[in-house]
């Protein structure tokens, strides 16, 4: 693949995308033909009511679950081909993850925290020290890197899950609900981080039942019975 088209590629391209399941003798289609791009650089809002399709959605997107039908690709390549080991991989480099829970380990420090990713590619200490350091400073932490999880505010704990997201410099930041345990000023907070990162080119793709942190990206795709119900600018959108 030349640069030209490099840049060109979505860096996520679903199409026809189900995924079944089975519960006794019924078929539950959680998702039911999606077909979905995203550019690079996008600020995306995936929204819909509880068992919309939503949550299965993140988990493919995420290559923690696989499609029952349809294609997925993530920069260029179909998931669909790969080994347990490069969906690992794929997980680790392409794809930062934020969860609503933080998910920090209780016991280490923000660096800590923020350079274990790194740890499963191998990377010297000092090396991670430094990356991990560049992160958190990136997110306003500097002066917080040897404090525990419990020493910190939710916002602060969030500002670590979102430097330890960012710490392998992925193609995607996946936030499943990353405002959910925070207060309305922090959330405030937050998404001002998140439309930083955006202007520094990072694509984002934020899971919310809020409407109000959906239009705070730039598109927003609402599901509704495991399919795309509409795909739209917010008002933010150049």
Do not use: W
Request: hydrophobic content about 40%.
């Amino acid at each position: 693949m030349d640069t030209g088209t490099a840049a060109r590629e979505p860096v996520i391209r679903l199409s026809g995308i189900a995924r079944h399941y089975r519960m006794g003798e019924q078929t539950v289609r959680a998702l039911d033909g999606v077909d979905l791009e995203i550019a690079r650089n996008e600020y995306v809002a995936i929204v819909g009511a509880s068992g919309s399709g939503k949550s299965t959605l993140m988990n493919i997107l995420g290559c923690l679950d696989r499609p029952s039908a349809g294609e997925y690709r993530l920069n260029g390549r179909a998931v669909a081909g790969m080994a347990e080991d490069d969906l690992a991989r794929a997980r680790n480099r392409d794809i930062g993850f934020i969860f609503q829970s933080f998910n920090l380990l209780s016991r280490s420090t923000a660096l800590a925290n923020v350079m274990q990713p790194l740890v499963y590619r191998r990377i010297g200490l000092v090396e991670r020290r430094r990356l991990a350091s560049e992160a958190l400073s990136r997110v306003g932490l500097a002066e917080r890197m040897m404090h525990l999880p419990n020493q910190l505010s939710g916002g602060q704990r969030q500002r670590v899950a979102i430097a330890r997201a960012l710490v392998g410099r992925p193609s995607i930041l996946l936030a499943d609900e990353p405002t959910g345990n925070l207060d309305s000023a922090t959330t405030v907070e937050i998404m001002a981080l998140f439309d930083r990162l955006h202007d520094d080119g990072q694509t984002i793709i934020i899971v919310t039942h809020e409407p109000e942190i959906a239009e705070r990206c730039l598109r927003v795709v609402r599901l509704a019975d495991g399919r795309i119900a509409s795909d739209r600018p917010t008002e933010r959108a150049p």
